[in-house]
């Protein structure tokens, strides 16, 4: 294939623009702003993991403590009514006694009851305490998870900006190249999956890197210079310049 060699130059134009979208395709795969909000978001879920096991810890504890302050409620009541009994004078001795003794069963009763309530309340406070700190871990979890994301949207809209930039100056340039020799290059870049041309600079090729040599150096720089050159080892478009070294 013979093709006018500015022509052909127009290749090297072609081929950044295709470097500058491989490396913008390969950003957004790997982009570290991406992996930090999923680190961000596996943190938030986390710290909210934890808020739910403190809130359950503390109704938990809010509802032994009602029931035990119903408990004391109870005794006390029952004690009342006996002291009245006691007071009024209207029982026998046996009955008086049965009450004495009942009396101090209540009041020891009730004194156990008001040390589990205590040793409750404490449990609960600590409790409550755990529940604030997990709940503002959390809401800072949230607050940098926001702030993740958005840093993320922000890289996201600058790849897709720049993106769209090099795609209009591919197509500017395609547009200047003849149809078989830009047919050309799209195979050959669709089988390196980079680029379809490669500078030949100082006797090597720019694509792949490897000097030419020999014989394949020589049928390079006995070609005709219109003539579509291609190198023995990637099989891109060698691109002829004044740097070639030929």
């Not at 596996?42 to 739910?52: F, G, I, P, Y």
């Not at 009955?95 to 101090?104: A, F, G, K, S």
């Not at 926001?146 to 949207?153: C, F, H, N, S, V």
């Not at 500078?199 to 049928?219: F, I, P």
């Amino acid at each position: 294939m013979k093709v006018d060699h500015f022509e052909q130059q127009k290749l090297l134009e072609l081929a950044a623009e295709d470097v500058a979208l491989t490396q913008l395709a390969h950003r957004r795969r790997t982009l570290p702003e991406a992996i930090a909000v999923e680190a961000a978001t596996e943190a938030e879920r986390t710290l909210a993991d934890d808020v739910v096991r403190a809130e359950t810890a503390v109704r938990d504890l809010q509802r032994e403590v009602k029931r035990l302050e119903g408990d004391v409620e109870t005794v006390r009541a029952r004690g009342a009514k006996d002291q009245k009994l006691l007071d009024s004078g209207s029982v026998s001795a046996k009955q008086m006694t049965d009450l004495q003794h009942e009396l101090q069963s209540l009041t020891r009763r009730q004194s156990d009851l008001e040390d589990q309530e205590l040793e409750l309340l404490e449990s609960l406070e600590t409790a409550e305490a755990a529940l604030k700190a997990a709940q503002e871990g959390r809401d800072e979890a949230r607050a940098e998870l926001e702030r993740a994301e958005q840093l993320r949207d922000d890289a996201l809209a600058d790849i897709t900006d720049s993106t769209h930039r090099h795609e209009a100056a591919r197509a500017a340039v395609a547009g200047a190249i003849s149809a078989p020799l830009l047919t050309l290059y799209d195979r050959v870049r669709a089988s390196t999956g980079t680029t379809g041309a490669a500078m030949l600079q100082a006797r090597q090729c720019q694509g792949c890197r490897l000097e030419l040599y020999g014989n394949q150096l020589t049928a390079v720089r006995n070609a005709d210079p219109h003539e579509v050159v291609r190198c023995e080892n990637c099989g891109r478009i060698l691109v002829r310049t004044a740097e070639s070294g030929l």
